[in-house]
C-alpha cells in the first residue's frame, strides 16, 4: 500500500507542481523512533527467550537425570517419569508453535509431574527431592515466560502508530522532494526516489513483523524450538 501511495503522490506533485519547504527530519523521526524501538524489543525478546529455552532444557534434563540415579526406584518409574517429562516439554512446544496462550494445558502436565515425585517419596531420596523441586520451579519459570510471549510481545500501540507514519510518509515526503529535486532532476527520478525509500521502510517494518513472535517456523531468524526439546531414549 505504502508504495502505491508514494506513486500517486509523485504523479499528484510532478503533474500540479505541489511544493513544501519543510523539513524532514521531524516526520523521519515519527518513523525511525517507533519501528527502532519495535526491532530492538523484537530482538531482546528473542534473545531472551533462548535464555529460557536453555534453562527450561538444562532443568529438564537435570530432572530426568536425578529420577534415573535413584536406585530404590523401579525402572519402569523411571520410565513413566521420562514419559511425563517429556509430555509437559512437547506441550510446551506445541502451545508456542501454534500461538496457544494459557498455562492450563502445561500446568497440568507440570501437576502431574509433581504428583508423580510426591507418590514416590519413600524410593526417592530427601536431599534428591529437594534437587527436583528445584528443577521443576526452573522449568516452571521459564515455561511460564515463553508462554507470556504469546499474547505479550511488542505495544500495539506503538506498531499501529510506526504503521500509520510509514503508510502516510510519501505523502509528506513526495511535495518536499519536489521543491528540493524537482528542478535539477528528471521527473522519472522522483518517481523511483520515493519507491525505493518507501519499499525501504516496509521491507523493515516487515523484518520487524516477522522477529515479533519467534517461534512459529516462518522467519530465517526465528528460534528453532525442536533444538530444545527433550533427547530422551525411550
Known amino acids: 500500500m505504502a508504495l502505491v501511495i508514494s506513486q500517486v503522490a509523485a504523479f499528484l506533485v510532478t503533474s500540479y507542481d505541489v511544493k513544501f519547504h519543510l523539513d524532514l527530519l521531524l516526520f523521519s523521526l515519527c518513523i525511525v523512533f517507533p519501528l527502532h524501538f519495535s526491532m530492538q524489543a523484537a530482538f531482546k525478546r528473542r534473545e531472551r527467550a533462548l535464555e529460557y529455552f536453555s534453562l527450561l532444557k538444562g532443568g529438564s534434563m537435570a530432572l530426568h537425570y536425578s529420577f534415573q540415579i535413584e536406585e530404590d526406584l523401579p525402572t519402569e518409574k523411571k520410565k513413566s517419569s521420562s514419559d511425563l517429562l517429556k509430555g509437559s516439554v512437547s506441550q510446551l512446544m506445541h502451545q508456542l508453535e501454534h500461538r496457544i496462550a494459557g498455562y492450563k494445558g502445561l500446568q497440568q502436565k507440570l501437576d502431574e509431574l509433581f504428583s508423580f515425585i510426591e507418590t514416590n517419596r519413600k524410593e526417592i531420596s530427601k536431599r534428591n527431592t529437594l534437587r527436583m523441586i528445584r528443577y521443576l520451579r526452573d522449568i516452571t519459570e521459564s515455561s511460564t515466560y515463553l508462554l507470556s510471549l504469546v499474547n505479550h510481545r511488542t505495544i500495539a500501540g506503538l506498531r499501529f502508530y510506526s504503521v500509520f507514519f510509514i503508510i502516510i510518509f510519501p505523502l509528506i515526503q ?17 518517481y523511483v526516489f520515493l519507491a525505493t525509500t518507501s519499499l525501504i521502510l516496509v521491507t523493515l517494518n516487515n523484518f520487524q513483523t516477522m522477529i515479533e513472535y519467534p517461534f512459529d517456523s516462518k522467519g530465517m531468524d526465528n528460534v528453532v524450538i525442536k533444538d530444545f526439546s527433550l533427547d530422551i531414549p525411550a
Do not use: K, N
Open 174 to 190: 513526495a511535495p518536499i522532494v519536489w521543491y528540493h529535486l524537482g528542478p535539477v532532476v528528471p521527473v522519472w527520478f522522483i
